[in-house]
């Protein structure tokens, strides 16, 4: 329909918006709301003046993307007439000449403080090069702990730009999509919102990796017949059980997504016909209207009834009723061997269960009856974590992000104290992330931990049902390494604060002999030349810089001064002496002939079009990154670094991601050319052991495929062997092709690339 807007005239143009409003309307007058028609009505109007003469990239009216948030916000999360309004509004201040102070005249305060928590901001706390994103983010969040709908609206406004994403330029899809899966999908998860974070995160798989998101869609239609023969054998005798029971339910199969079918894929490097979980059923029982607490009990009926017809799985039953999910979602899991001998997951839920699974914190308002439910005593326990990681007076972009990612997590463990206090954290926590999790002077005099009354150390891991005593000493200090197995955002947050406090006096010491080089040398700073600074030094930050310097790390004269003339006082002179457009990264993480490989790059990049990578006998004009190691072939992306050259990613690299969501402007969409250069690839080989098997895999690799070896490491345990090879080339398809011959070496039964 939207193609559409390019040929109507204005009255048929008009015509078409008003019947998307209309379409807003009447869902929202179906749904169980009070109908506060006039005001949304007036939003309508008043967004529809403002936007008046705007497009959308795609050609369509710009208002047909408020009421397309709005309708999402009311339709698909059942919020009411004052997030609609705020929907309608959101770009109101952002795009045209209004302000916050004009929305509150038209429609009151509360509506303006949701706008203005959904307006941009430009500038801000992490400084002109770091992120701007960042910065919104943290913004939306200050305000989500006053009034949870506007970050519910954000995810109405998001899953509509992911809709609509194809008439963005290729580097912009990037950016977007990028931030999607890093940000946005695990926050709607976070939010109970599970059917829009499946959708969030299947649309940024598909403009991600498009060839792969357009394998696994036919392969999932391709073997729909099966699946569904196999589903019929198996729900069959479960429906008449459930319907002698004298149930009313509606019972239904549910196919994973293509992304999480993708993530399986990836994990455990196996192909698709081994991901043997494709589908669950799901059933949802509705209450009798004479039983209405009987809910919990209703589901271990269903549960016991379905375990008398198949045997289930006995580490595959999950119960999320007794213990519900940091986000409120509850539903008993059961796995049972069907009758063709497959294993097929049962979701049991009640319709209340059910819509707070799909709808999230949005559908607790629905079922609130006075006071506060546990699922929002359950919200306001997260939101308290998420204004501890806002209180942080110090924050690095990235570090910002990544401690948000952190407790946005998937899955989730529940510990008690010896009082019986029960405590939700993320899978992997220690014994420290419940110290901080208690109290932050806990954590920093934490020495050890009882687990179930064993003594353990600090960073032992724990699980779901450990009964957790921290033991504490005032000589106990907090420690750096402290961080790297620390799992919680809270206890990260706590200890990076006060570290910071400790490491102050240091930091005073290095600002002043930063400030005495500087003037010294009759140098003048600037974000440019602090930038190119921070980059010589490898650290994030100015914090981070004169803590090297004040704790005797890192010197002036070692970096700055290093082939460098008393009369070259500029410093940026200097930096470039130093190699920034060499291809240079950091020591140690490249062989010397890679670095020797000329690096040019344009100094006016076009990054509104696909950037084309190229290796001529002039060398190339990009530099691979060393955290994903990507080849020709591969999905990749490219970055802009603050020396100005182009930096290769793989799309699936978590740096990548990172970047994506931190640094959008400098994401540019990128395109492999002849590249003649060889690359070096990792290769995992699986298989049953025989005398002569290395024999064989290294003739056929080297001998007759004439690929080079580059490393070769082969273990036996048993009857079992695994090899890890290191070998230089081309491009992907090398890969596949080396990959489909050793498996035709008998014992050979697995060969994937490691990326």
Not at 207 to 212: D, R
Not at 363 to 389: C, F
Not at 438 to 457: E, F, M, T
Not at 535 to 553: D, I
Request: proline share 4%; glycine share 6%; with cysteine.
């Amino acid at each position: 329909m939207e193609s559409q807007s390019y040929t109507l005239s204005p009255a048929e143009e008009d015509e078409m918006v008003e019947a998307r409003y209309r379409e807003l309307i009447d869902g929202y007058v179906a749904s169980n709301h009070r109908k506060k028609t006039d005001i949304i009505e007036r939003a309508y109007r008043f967004a529809k003046e403002a936007h008046k003469g705007v497009r959308r990239r795609s050609g369509e009216p710009y208002i047909l993307h408020p009421i397309a948030v709005a309708r999402i916000a009311s339709a698909e999360m059942g919020l009411g007439s004052t997030s609609i309004c705020a929907a309608l509004l959101h770009d109101v201040v952002e795009d045209t000449e209004f302000t916050v102070e004009d929305i509150e005249q038209h429609f009151g305060k509360k509506i303006a403080e949701l706008v203005a928590g959904l307006t941009k901001i430009s500038g801000g706390i992490f400084g002109d090069k770091a992120s701007a994103q960042a910065e919104n983010f943290r913004k939306l969040l200050l305000t989500m702990s006053q009034d949870i709908r506007v970050v519910l609206i954000k995810m109405a406004d998001r899953l509509h730009n992911m809709r609509t994403l194809g008439s963005m330029a290729p580097a912009k899809q990037y950016k977007i999509a990028g931030e999607t899966l890093y940000i946005y999908a695990p926050l709607a998860h976070r939010l109970g919102l599970f059917a829009i974070k499946t959708e969030l995160e299947d649309l940024a798989f598909k403009y991600e990796h498009p060839a792969e998101y357009a394998r696994i869609s036919a392969l999932l239609k391709k073997s729909e017949a099966g699946r569904e023969k196999v589903y019929g054998n198996f729900a069959a005798p479960i429906r008449q059980r459930l319907d002698a029971m004298g149930l009313k339910y509606e019972a239904k199969a549910r196919v994973k997504s293509v992304y999480s079918i993708w993530r399986k894929m990836q994990t455990k490097q196996i192909p698709f016909e081994e991901v043997y979980d494709l589908y669950a059923m799901r059933i949802i029982f509705e209450l009798p209207e004479e039983a209405p607490d009987k809910e919990k009990e209703m589901c271990y009926r269903i549960y016991s009834a379905l375990t008398d017809l198949y045997r289930p799985h006995p580490e595959r039953i999950r119960d999320w009723i007794a213990v519900p999910k940091a986000n409120g979602y509850q539903a008993l899991h059961v796995t049972l061997m069907g009758p063709d001998g497959n294993w097929i997951e049962v979701q049991i839920r009640s319709r209340r269960m059910d819509e707070i699974a799909e709808k999230g914190f949005a559908a607790h308002w629905k079922y609130k009856i006075g006071g506060e439910t546990e699922e929002e005593s359950e919200l306001t326990v997260w939101l308290r974590t998420i204004k501890d990681i806002l209180d942080d007076p110090n924050p690095n972009a990235i570090d910002f992000l990544d401690t948000l990612k952190l407790n946005l997590f998937a899955s989730e463990i529940v510990v008690f104290t010896p009082k019986g206090e029960l405590l939700t954290l993320p899978a992997g926590a220690t014994v420290l992330d419940v110290a901080y999790t208690l109290h932050s002077q806990i954590g920093n005099h934490c020495i050890a931990g009882k687990v179930n009354h064993k003594l353990v150390p600090l960073s032992q891991k724990l699980n779901s049902g450990d009964q957790v005593e921290v033991l504490t000493s005032q000589s106990q200090s907090p420690k750096p390494e402290w961080l790297d197995f620390l799992a919680s955002a809270k206890a990260k947050t706590r200890l990076r604060k006060e570290l910071r406090r400790e490491q102050q006096p240091q930091v005073e010491e290095g600002r002043k002999i930063f400030e005495k080089f500087l003037a010294d040398n009759s140098i003048t700073l600037n974000n440019d030349v602090m930038t190119k600074i921070l980059g010589t030094y490898h650290v994030q930050s100015r914090e981070e810089l004169f803590l090297r310097l004040g704790s005797g790390e890192a010197s002036i004269d070692d970096y700055l001064n290093v082939n460098t003339s008393s009369s070259a006082k500029s410093l940026i002179s200097r930096l470039f002496k130093l190699g920034f457009r060499t291809g240079k990264t950091t020591r140690g993480s490249r062989s010397k002939s890679k670095a020797l490989v000329p690096v040019t790059t344009p100094d006016n990049i076009n990054r509104k079009e696909t950037y084309i990578l190229r290796y001529d006998d002039s060398g190339r004009n990009f530099c691979l990154s060393d955290c994903c190691r990507p080849i020709p072939g591969d999905d990749v992306m490219g970055f802009i670094t603050d020396s100005g050259q182009v930096e290769i990613h793989s799309l699936t690299c978590p740096r990548a991601q990172v970047l994506k969501a931190s640094y959008g402007p400098r994401i540019l969409a990128v395109k492999w050319d002849k590249v003649n250069e060889k690359f070096l690839a990792s290769i995992r080989i699986e298989g049953i052991d025989r005398h002569g098997i290395l024999s064989e895999l290294t003739r056929e690799i080297s001998t007759d495929m004439n690929i080079d070896i580059r490393r070769l490491n082969i273990e036996a345990r048993g009857e079992v062997f695994s090899c890890d090879l290191g070998v230089n080339v081309s491009d992907t398809s090398d890969v596949d092709a080396l990959c489909r011959a050793v498996l035709k070496i008998k014992g050979v039964r697995r060969a994937d690339r490691v990326k």
